[in-house]
């Protein structure tokens, strides 16, 4: 698995206490080596917060009737360890030998097999079956893990539209030639160039076909300077 920055690995100390609960296997593992963070650009693990779910109680977002795995007064116990950038919700709860999947844009809160692989990326292989499970397919692209960080920096920079530049696609097609990645995930609709040495990446955003983002780590200053001003030159504009 490729690592965006460095892991920042909880405790074994910090997470004893919490080791009562029936967590999916390899979770408490995983935040051991490598701390909270976003997975495949998709769901951010963390450490398990059992008071995000509790207002949730007094909101109909979800239908419960016989076949549901929890009432509508359970969704407070339930203790959330992953949060999507759509806003699902990704939980255990004590009485429930499965784990919950709470989507923010459905209507049933769906139950979900806990068990994985036999390798030292156990919860991984959890998560990839929690996606294919949920969307009908595997996820496309790179392993790739996104540590949670306080020294991350955002930048971005917009690629107006002329008849005789390039276009998003062709940019990023240059922007590789001149700053060789270590790690590339491209689909119709975003590229991303992961660099160890920037503790981060640059995004060209092809859905919108204008806005380019760089994310690099605040001690990787002279690399973004150099990237942002290529990319300056190049016609981007800053923002």
């Not at 919860?123 to 960080?149: I, R």
């Not at 919108?208 to 983002?213: L, M, S, V």
Request: hydrophobic letters at 35%; one cysteine or more; glycine letters at 8%.
């Amino acid at each position: 698995m490729y690592f965006v920055s460095q892991p920042k690995p909880f405790q074994h100390d910090f997470l004893v206490e919490i080791e009562a609960i029936f967590f999916p296997p390899g979770y408490l593992t995983f935040l051991q080596q490598f701390g909270a963070g976003t997975y495949r650009g998709w769901i951010y693990v963390h450490l398990p917060d059992s008071e995000v779910l509790k207002p949730f109680v007094e909101y109909d977002l979800w239908e419960h009737n016989e076949g549901s795995p929890i009432t509508q007064q359970q969704i407070g116990e339930c203790i959330v360890i992953g949060t999507t950038i759509d806003g699902d919700f990704l939980a255990v709860h004590p009485e429930v030998d499965q784990l919950l999947w709470l989507p923010r844009h459905a209507d049933h809160v769906l139950t979900v097999q806990k068990s994985g692989g036999e390798d030292d990326e156990i919860f991984t292989v959890v998560l990839d079956n929690l996606y294919h499970q949920v969307y009908g397919e595997a996820q496309e692209g790179p392993m790739y893990y996104e540590p949670c960080s306080d020294s991350q920096n955002y930048h971005f920079l917009r690629l107006p539209p002329k008849e005789e530049g390039p276009t998003l696609q062709e940019l990023a097609k240059m922007f590789k030639a001149a700053f060789l990645p270590d790690l590339i995930m491209e689909n119709s609709y975003i590229c991303k160039f992961f660099y160890q040495m920037l503790g981060g990446y640059v995004t060209f955003n092809y859905a919108y076909g204008q806005e380019i983002a760089i994310i690099y780590e605040q001690d990787k200053q002279q690399l973004y300077n150099d990237i942002e001003e290529w990319l300056v030159t190049k016609g981007s504009e800053r923002i």
